[in-house]
């Protein structure tokens, strides 16, 4: 595996790839990586000829406050476990090499998706994520490029970008990995202590039931979402940012549940916020 730290290296690189005509996958990633990473990585590797992982904590898609600087980071060990995946260039930039002439140009998508659940409580957070991913996008040359179904809403508005911006590439939705008892996996779940850990676990577990209470017909949005609420705000230690149900294809408010929704969670245990979502198809 290559590893490359300059925009010029690894766009050479890419366009020689290309040129070769081989077609490359990109998986973005802001590192201390797990198996929902791996998983990502593993999907790249059946797609495509070539893969890149991309390791970069974008700072601009951090609000103030927020924990950019305590993020966790430990590039050998992702190296290591990038190298076993068989994976054959690992994009690292510095925060100069990515943004060399300070923060003046973004891409923005805007519109419902982006003004509902995770924009509300972290202002900016999506243009972050937008402005970095096309630059990855050009730097890269992907053809298919792989996002987790773990950022529901970043996944959605990414899509959105390429198709009304047109870059020539597919994105690929990866399923969320979970840990055995439910929790789905995190960087920051290392921020947890052991109690925090056990309490984290009322987001897949309320998430479960609100399935259930689908199932068995309840079609209303409002009840549904009411007993995701009265659910988390009785668990001990858990934080509510937000429960909500929105259409899954573009977070349209829903009132009946008679299509494809997305359940979506942010709950903060402590100074941690973690997020959890399900798909549900009636
Ligand atoms: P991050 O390093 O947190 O920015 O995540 C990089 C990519 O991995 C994003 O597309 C995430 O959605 C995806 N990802 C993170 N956690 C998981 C998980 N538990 N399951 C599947 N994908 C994940």
Redesign the pocket.
Known sequence: MQTITTVKQMQDWCIEQKRQGKTIAL???????????L??VQDARRACDIVVVS?FVNPIQFGVGEDFEDYPRDLSKDSLLLETEQVDALFAPSIKEMYPTGYNSFVEVLGEISSKLCAQSRPGHFRGVTTVVSKLFHICCPDKA??????AQ??MIIEKMAAELNFPLEIVR?????EADGL?????NVYLDEEQRQQALVLSRSLQAARALIESGERKATMVKSRLVEQIESSPGANLVYAEIYDARDLADVEEINSRVLIALAVKFGSTRLIDNLLVEV
């Open positions: 998986v973005p990633t802001m590192g201390y990586l797990h198996q929902g990473h998983s990502l390791l792989f996002f987790g179904q773990k950022d970043q996944v990866v399923p969320i990995v979970r789905a996996l995190s960087s920051r």
